[in-house]
C-alpha cells in the first residue's frame, strides 16, 4: 500500500484503512484527535477507492472556506483533484477534477443545492468525506442539507476531532472494543456501532454518529456494519 500513502501511516490509520478497505462500509464514523492525521486517513481511503474503481467522484464537506481549500492542496498531494470553488451544480465543472470541497453552508443555502448535490449522486459512483461531522447534529439546516445531498451516496467517511454527547437526531451507541496504538502514542479506540435502522437513516442519525463522547486524546473509530 506504500503507492497509497504520502507517508508512513501510523498505526491507527493502517488498522483504520484495512478495516474499511475490506468490508466497505455505506457509512463510517470516525472520530480522531486534533493532529491525529484524520486528513491524510481519508484521502488514503478515498484514493484506494478511486483506484479500485469502486468511486470516480469525491466530494469533501467542511465548516469553512480555509478547509475546503486546506482539503484541495493535501488531495493534490494524493492525486486527488478536488476543486476548491465547486459552484452549487457539482457536475458543471472542468474535467481535470475528480470531486470538489465545499461548506455545510453552500449545501445549506438553497434547497435547490442539496437537490442537485443529490442528483449528482445518483449519476456518479461517489465517496462524501464529511470533515468536523458534528456539526451537522449541532446546526439543524446543516443536517438536514448533508441528509438531502448524500442519502444515495455510495460511501461516506464522517471525520470529527471534537466528540460531542449533545446532539438535535439520535445515534447509534456504540460497544466497546478493541484497542490499538497510535496518535502519537495515544490510544486508538475502534468500536462497532449497532446496524443502522430504516428509522435512524430517515433521521439522518447517520450525520451525527460521530459525535458519541470519545476520549479527546485519543483518536477512535466507530465501525458501523
Known amino acids: 500500500m506504500s503507492e497509497i500513502w504520502i507517508r508512513s ?14 468490508r ?11 493532529g491525529g492525521g484524520k ?21 469533501v464537506v467542511s465548516p469553512t472556506d480555509a478547509l475546503t481549500r486546506q482539503w484541495a492542496d493535501k488531495g493534490a498531494q494524493f492525486g486527488i483533484a478536488l476543486n476548491p470553488e465547486m459552484s452549487s451544480r457539482p457536475l458543471n465543472q472542468s474535467r481535470e477534477f475528480v470531486g470538489g470541497s465545499v461548506t455545510y453552508g453552500l449545501l445549506a443555502g438553497k434547497k435547490e443545492t442539496a437537490a442537485a448535490f443529490s442528483k449528482a449522486m445518483q449519476i456518479r459512483r461517489t465517496m462524501v468525506i464529511l470533515d468536523e461531522a458534528h456539526h ?16 444515495l451516496t ?22 466497546t472494543g478493541r484497542t490499538l496504538t ?16 430504516s428509522e435512524t437513516r ?17 483518536p477512535s473509530v466507530t465501525r458501523s456494519r
Request: net charge positive.
Open 182 to 197: 497510535g496518535c502519537a502514542g495515544s490510544c486508538a479506540t475502534t468500536t462497532t456501532a449497532p446496524a443502522a435502522t
Open 39 to 59: 486528513t491524510e486517513y481519508a484521502l488514503a481511503v478515498a484514493k484506494y477507492l478511486i483506484q479500485q474503481g469502486q468511486i470516480n467522484f469525491v466530494i
Open 136 to 151: 451537522t447534529g449541532e446546526n439543524k439546516a446543516w443536517g438536514i442539507a448533508v441528509q438531502t445531498a448524500f442519502e
Open 9 to 22: 501511516p501510523r498505526e491507527w490509520q493502517q488498522a483504520a484503512f484495512e478495516d474499511f478497505t475490506s
Open 154 to 175: 455510495r460511501h461516506r467517511l464522517l471525520l470529527t476531532g471534537t466528540p460531542r454527547v449533545r446532539t438535535r437526531t439520535a445515534s447509534p451507541s456504540p460497544a
Open 24 to 34: 466497505l462500509p455505506h457509512t463510517y464514523p470516525a472520530a480522531v484527535c486534533p
Open 202 to 218: 430517515s433521521s439522518a442519525a447517520w450525520t451525527s454518529a460521530s459525535t458519541t463522547q470519545q476520549p479527546t486524546s485519543c
